[in-house]
């Protein structure tokens, strides 16, 4: 029953990553053995005829069982013959020295001292204080571009705009009275010449 019960959880487990939590399926207890085994071999064999791509893997452990296990390091695959497996040996045994010389390397390197990892875990409250602060002085920056960017507006729109605008009134009164100044002073010759 408890092999039975591995099971099951297995396979709630899987039907859970497949269909999501509302494909549980409560068992009483009062169930016997062989109801629970015939009711999870039904719901298996659904969930493998629903997904194609766990047939096939199925199909493909039963041809070939020692592709899902590692076999013993000691022990040589079963399905490479000797001359193969001398030849891969053989192809890999340059990269044997530059692997031994990297774990060497590791294992004589310097484990640092626990006393710098202490305070830099010490560190941590003050590093989260200054991050805040950063993101405080972040925000107080934008306030401070989205003002300066109104002052400036304002100050153009009130300030250059205004003064340009008075300043084309004043050209163009200057202008006419330009005008009327050439009008009389060219009758006031015509005048002299009458």
Do not use: C
């Not at 791509?53 to 590692?70: M, Q, R, T």
């Not at 507006?153 to 340009?164: F, T």
Request: glycine share 4%; charged share 25%; net charge negative.
């Amino acid at each position: 029953m408890s092999t039975i019960s591995l099971l099951e959880s297995r396979l709630l487990r899987i039907e859970h990553l497949l269909y999501g939590p509302n494909a549980s399926h409560p068992s009483s207890q009062q169930d016997s053995a062989s109801r629970k085994l015939k009711d999870l071999e039904r719901r298996f064999s659904m969930m493998a005829s629903h997904m194609r791509v766990y047939g096939e893997l199925l199909k493909i452990y039963k041809s070939n069982p020692d592709i899902f296990h590692a076999p013993n390091a000691s022990e040589p695959p079963s399905q490479l013959s000797i001359e193969t497996i001398q030849s891969i040996v053989l192809a890999s045994a340059s990269a044997f020295p530059a692997a031994l010389s990297s774990l060497t390397a590791v294992q004589d390197s310097p484990i640092p001292d626990p006393s710098e990892s202490a305070s830099l875990i010490g560190l941590n409250e003050r590093m989260k204080a200054i991050e805040t602060t950063q993101i405080a002085q972040s925000a107080e920056i934008t306030e401070l571009r989205r003002r300066s960017e109104a002052v400036m507006l304002l100050w153009y729109e009130k300030g250059i705009l205004a003064n340009s605008q008075s300043l084309a009134q004043v050209e163009g009164r200057v202008q006419g009275l330009e005008k009327s100044v050439r009008r009389r002073e060219v009758a006031i010759e015509e005048e002299k010449q009458i």
